[in-house]
């Protein structure tokens, strides 16, 4: 008999700050499966044990080499078969991603939550985000020759295409639109992978899951989507739903959520 299970993302911008701010306290009413968080700027040991009450069966986080930085952490109800940071992908050891790998159904999943990194500082980190993009796909490409099926959920750090952002003229030549970014997650959906929000949402505007903390941008739902959940063609049908949390507050993120049925 299928099971539907529920995953969340949060890009939580300081899990510490979101905590003092009991943001994530809605997770014990929530009934999820997995919960993926980014941006901890937190050491393993520096998570707090008060986020939330809910007590998940697997825990996992990655940290940063630079301490305040990064840094990603997993919550999972699934029984986890193997778990690391990927670092032939996270080559300088930024705290940016958390790969396990669980079974559902008959599907042998590779599951991500990842923090891609920003570009918006120097050439030289928009050249590294175009590296850990490419290496990030032949990593998951390599999994799925192995067999695995693909869920990757996070901050991509890049809006898409102009229904993704609220200012597309005004932000074409800002790292998070740049053409160069915008085809690469092109080239990563033409090697079989699904942008669920768009799967089941088909073209609806005006749905962000990031807005500046400056000029009211929020409240005036002047956003960027450049939050997702991908899956691979082969788990397509298996989608039930996938949105945009976009009324609970603690970040200049909010949640993103998808539900599959296998």
Same mark, same amino acid.
């Given at each position: 008999?299928?099971?539907?299970?529920?995953?969340?993302?949060?890009?939580?911008?300081?899990?510490?700050?979101?905590?003092?701010?009991?943001?994530?306290?809605?997770?014990?009413?929530?009934?999820?499966?997995?919960?993926?968080?980014?941006?901890?700027?937190?050491?393993?040991?520096?998570?707090?044990?008060?986020?939330?009450?809910?007590?998940?069966?697997?825990?996992?986080?990655?940290?940063?080499?630079?301490?305040?930085?990064?840094?990603?952490?997993?919550?999972?109800?699934?029984?986890?078969?193997?778990?690391?940071?990927?670092?032939?992908?996270?080559?300088?050891?930024?705290?940016?991603?958390?790969?396990?790998?669980?079974?559902?159904?008959?599907?042998?999943?590779?599951?991500?939550?990842?923090?891609?990194?920003?570009?918006?500082?120097?050439?030289? *980190?928009? =050249? $590294?985000?175009? /590296?850990?993009? #490419?290496?990030?796909?032949?990593?998951?490409?390599?999994?799925?020759? &192995?067999?695995?099926?693909?869920?990757?959920?996070?901050?991509?750090?890049?809006?898409?295409?102009?229904?993704?952002?609220?200012?597309?003229?005004?932000?074409?030549?800002?790292?998070?639109?740049?053409?160069?970014?915008?085809?690469?997650?092109?080239?990563?959906?033409?090697?079989?992978?699904?942008?669920?929000?768009?799967?089941?949402?088909?073209?609806?505007?005006?749905?962000?899951?990031?807005?500046?903390?400056?000029?009211?941008?929020?409240?005036?739902?002047?956003?960027? *989507?450049? =939050? $997702?959940?991908? /899956?691979?063609? #082969?788990?397509?049908?298996?989608?039930?739903?996938?949105?945009?949390? &976009?009324?609970?507050?603690?970040?200049?993120?909010?949640?993103?959520?998808?539900?599959?049925?296998?």
């Amino acid at each position: 008999m299928a099971k539907r299970y529920k995953f969340i993302s949060w890009n939580v911008n300081g899990i510490r700050a979101v905590d003092k701010k009991e943001a994530l306290k809605w997770v014990d009413e929530a009934n999820i499966d997995l919960l993926g968080v980014q941006e901890t700027k937190s050491q393993k040991s520096q998570i707090p044990k008060s986020i939330f009450n809910k007590e998940f069966s697997f825990t996992t986080a990655s940290e940063s080499k630079i301490k305040g930085r990064s840094g990603t952490a997993l919550f999972c109800d699934i029984t986890i078969t193997f778990e690391c940071t990927c670092p032939t992908v996270d080559i300088l050891d930024e705290g940016r991603i958390n790969e396990v790998h669980f079974s559902l159904g008959e599907k042998n999943i590779a599951f991500f939550n990842v923090y891609f990194p920003n570009g918006q500082s120097s050439q030289e *980190r928009l =050249d $590294y985000k175009m /590296v850990f993009y #490419d290496k990030f796909l032949e990593h998951c490409e390599n999994l799925k020759k &192995d067999g695995k099926s693909i869920i990757v959920c996070g901050d991509v750090n890049t809006a898409h295409t102009e229904i993704d952002i609220a200012r597309p003229k005004a932000n074409e030549n800002t790292s998070g639109f740049l053409q160069i970014e915008r085809d690469w997650i092109t080239k990563f959906l033409d090697f079989g992978y699904i942008d669920t929000f768009r799967l089941i949402n088909g073209d609806i505007k005006d749905k962000y899951s990031w807005w500046s903390y400056r000029a009211n941008a929020r409240a005036n739902n002047v956003g960027w *989507r450049i =939050d $997702y959940f991908y /899956v691979s063609e #082969d788990l397509k049908d298996f989608v039930k739903d996938a949105y945009i949390l &976009d009324s609970i507050e603690g970040s200049d993120h909010c949640p993103i959520g998808l539900e599959i049925e296998i």
